[in-house]
């Protein structure tokens, strides 16, 4: 199996237009409001949203985002308790706002990049 070291998807997300969900018309080239999970390498998961309704800088669908929503990673990430959203006790089973992409990177990579097997944007 392959695993990527890099972050494709992550960066697909960031520099991406998405699709303005208070427009009626929308471009052919643009990718979904909310998008699937990224899986990393080893199995974590995490959920990464940008958008004008997502807590996200700025907060648009044009981006690009240099902070952007994460909610339920399946493991504890200790370095954004700054950023719950919701249970503050919680570790996993919460939203993260305002994440910046740097630390998000950083998570992805420490669980061995994305997996390129698992991760697709279509």
Request: glycine share 0%; hydrophobic share 40%.
């Given at each position: 199996m392959e695993f990527l070291t890099t972050t494709p998807?992550?960066?697909?997300?960031l520099?991406?237009?998405?699709?303005?969900?208070f427009s009626p018309a929308a471009a052919d080239d643009v990718r979904p409001n909310v998008v699937p999970l990224i899986v990393c390498a080893d199995g974590a998961t995490l959920s990464v949203q940008a958008s004008r309704?997502?807590?996200?800088?700025?907060?648009?669908?044009y981006g690009p985002w240099h902070t952007v929503e994460v909610g339920y990673p399946s493991v504890a990430v200790p370095e954004w308790a700054a950023h719950k959203d919701q249970d503050k006790n919680a570790d996993?089973?919460?939203?993260?706002?305002?994440?910046?992409?740097?630390?998000?990177?950083?998570?992805i990579t420490a669980h061995g990049g994305e997996n390129q097997v698992l991760n697709h944007t279509a």
């Open positions: 998807i992550l960066d697909w997300i520099n991406t237009p998405c699709k303005d969900l309704t997502h807590y996200c800088r700025p907060r648009d669908c996993t089973d919460t939203v993260f706002a305002y994440v910046p992409v740097e630390l998000v990177r950083a998570f």
